[in-house]
């Protein structure tokens, strides 16, 4: 399977990636080649292997519903690009 | 000779050396080298000479710290530190200051060790040379023309040049043990979940691990004693108990079973480079001769370990960095976006660098409708026929000696334009990742004036008895006290020592 370079730029699209003319044409060239790889799964048969997602046996680490100290908002909105009072502002979401 | 770790730790509980004078000569050494190997992104000296001069206060006051106090170490740039830039080498993260310390940086405050600075790195940890960092590539000591391999490039450097006995890294397929091989430095992967991730930034989280790297095992154990443990921050995080480690070191290795895995030594045909082999022959002799029982194993599904490796890492890394998008912190597209749409696009556009963007659109397409199934399912359950490749193994051996890379360390520029080659050079890491394993590597030999290292794999949460095999090793062979200077013929950093042992000035 080959991706075309229009398919590539619908998975820019879902990745939230705006590529350049240039990028979108040497990207499909390049995930074509790494998809060569990903041939070589169906060389083996996996029916009824189960999947490994984690190598530990995980479950939900729950805690009490308790109120805690939380890192100061002022702290917090130290890195924001762009604060609006104790709010994050962002462009029009809703018009 | 130079001072290791425990004897520069011992040297300061002692009062005989100074946090501060062996900071400070760290501190020189950066000076003297950093313009020819670029292993930092940032020395933060004023830091490091405050927790310098605050350990020795408490030296002088009578306190009684653990055995790492006072020692300086180098911080890979993917750990969250409270008030000093952390930006994993990406120009997303260029002005991000974390307002809260990852879970390690807690126990090595704790343990009162130096932060020399934030060493370089391939950005995110995506790459196995350390080119892929946006502040420029870090240079291998042995010889600068060379990549220091990656992605944790910039703290095996900063060990190799002797600006720092310590330091930390990151290993998600290899980018601990490789890099460590390429700089004839020691370096060990813990199992999965034995150090807390709290505070690491995440790129593939069901493999990502942080280590100790250092000049050698003693110093390597001693370092892991301070990061392991279980964390509550940390959902996948394991309780489970911690040994001594540096208590077994010495214990004899004649028990023990190691096993030759085949299928490292060839991929789909490709072998490894006859230098690599022939050092990694002579050190499963070397066991032998310490008296340990060796033969050879198969893991016969090693074959797959790229394909699979680079459908799961980006599929978690499409999830992880999704997080990027301009509004809580970070790069944010200084072009003003019409709608919140084009703000994550123009964002995430501007800030990520090509290696990134291509794992990210690898991720995406893997888990999008469709190919899910086809793709991450089918990855994820080869993974279970590798960890199962390694579970027979161990069902009669105690531990795995393998290669660490299929080449010496490659030039800078030389697979740049080519992620296939760049891939494939991870090959013989990634399986321990995979299952979940520990894995440590240590120089065990030289070729034309480069390392090589090996690479010891063991059963899961068993980090004892990898570093006790590897100090076995390492008192049998001396690989691993030859610093750059030893290397007659390669453009390398000269080493003029900067804490040399004391008694011998």
Known sequence: MRLSQQEVEHIALLSRLKLTDEERERMTTQLNDIMRFYEQLGELDTTDVEPTSHVIPMSNVLRADEARPSLPVDDVLENAPERAGDSFRVPRVVE | ????????????????????????????????????????????????????????????????????????????????????????????????????????????????????????????????????????????????????????????????????????????????????????????????????????????????????????????????????????????????????????????????????????????????????????????????????????VSTPHLQYVIPVYYIIAPAEASSNLARYDGVAYGHRTPRGAADVIELYEETREEGFGPEVKRRIMLGTYALSAGYYDAYYLKASQVRTLIRRDFEKAFENHDLLVAPVTPSLPFRLGEKTDDPVQMYISDVCTIAANMAGLPAISIPAGYADGLPIGLQIIGKPLDEATVLRAAYAFQQAADFHRLAPLDAPGRDGVRAVVAWERRGQR
């Open chain 2, 1 to 296: 000779m130079l001072l290791t770790a425990a004897e520069a730790g011992r040297l300061i509980a002692a009062r005989e050396l100074s946090s501060v004078e062996l900071t400070r000569a760290c501190l020189e050494r950066m000076r003297t080298v950093e313009g020819d190997v670029h292993a930092f992104v940032r020395v933060t000296d004023d830091l490091a000479l405050s927790q310098a001069a605050e350990i020795d206060r408490r030296m002088a006051a009578g306190e009684n710290l653990g055995p790492l106090a006072g020692v300086p170490i180098a911080l890979k740039d993917i750990l969250c530190t409270r008030g000093v830039p952390t930006t994993c080498c990406s120009r997303i993260l260029e002005n991000y200051v974390p307002p809260y310390d990852a879970t390690v940086i807690q126990r090595l405050k704790q343990a009162g060790l130096v932060f020399l600075g934030k060493t370089n790195m391939d950005e995110f940890a995506m790459g196995s040379s350390t080119e892929n960092s946006a502040f420029g590539p870090t240079h291998n000591p042995w010889d600068l023309a060379r990549v220091p391999g990656g992605s944790s490039g910039g703290s095996a450097a900063a060990l190799a040049a002797l600006e720092a006995p310590l330091a930390i890294g990151t290993d998600t397929g290899g980018s601990i043990r490789q890099p460590a091989a390429f700089c004839g430095v020691t370096g060990l992967k813990p199992t999965y979940g034995r150090v807390s991730r709290y505070g690491l930034v995440a790129f593939a989280s069901s493999l990502d691990q942080i280590g100790p790297m250092a000049r050698d095992v003693r110093d390597c154990a001693l370092l892991l004693q301070v990061l392991a443990g279980h964390d509550p921050l940390d959902s996948t995080s394991i309780a489970a108990a911690v040994p001594d480690y540096a208590a077994v070191l010495e214990d004899s290795v004649k028990d023990l079973r190691v096993g030759v895995p085949t299928e490292f030594f060839e991929y789909r045909g490709s072998r490894v480079s006859g230098e690599v082999e022939d050092a990694v022959r002579a050190a499963a002799r070397v066991f032998e001769g310490l008296g340990a029982a060796c033969d050879e």
